[in-house]
């Protein structure tokens, strides 16, 4: 099994894919309250420009649920905006960082648009390997939003 969370519209095949927001495809959870899957379960997790969406309190209680989730040697792939490339970009004068800083904040978007939390290689790879994860990687986003944001990919393996 594996498992893609926060997908909003982006349904990928073979994934359960996991929204707070119903939708066709979507299997409707709050990310916020620990999974319903088995210890050791699950293959692999995705997660894409989700986690900024979440208090840090909640982002890290969610990962250490995915690691009890994931079935040993089972890795997870999480892309965020890249918290130093933006505050980089800012005071270059790209005025525009500070949308991806906070998030969009549109009004019929509600409170899931708002960005809660940063991320830099630094504290994502830490949090990742304090939580027990092993085999830690980062670099710089692959999908979509990294053609308008800095973002980075943090790749890790549960021991």
């Known amino acids: 099994m594996k498992l893609h969370l926060g997908c909003g519209g982006v349904i990928k095949p073979g994934f359960v894919n996991i929204d707070i927001r119903a939708g066709k495809g979507v299997t409707v959870l709050d990310l916020r309250k620990t999974l319903p899957y088995k210890t050791s379960s699950v293959d692999r997790i995705e997660t894409y420009h989700f986690l900024e969406h979440l208090p840090r309190d909640a982002s890290s209680r969610l990962l250490v649920d995915c690691f009890r989730v994931l079935k040993p040697n089972g890795w997870i792939v999480i892309e965020v ?13 790209n005025l525009k960082a500070i949308h991806h800083i906070y998030g969009l904040q549109r009004p019929d978007r509600g409170k899931a648009d708002f960005h809660l939390w940063g991320y830099c290689p630094q504290t994502i790879s830490k949090l990742l390997r304090n939580i027990g994860f092993v085999e830690v990687f980062t670099g710089p986003g692959t999908d979509y939003h990294s053609k308008k944001e800095p973002c980075l990919r943090a790749e890790a393996k549960k021991g």
């Open 81 to 93: 905006p890249d918290i130093l490339g933006l505050a980089k970009i800012l005071v270059e004068g």
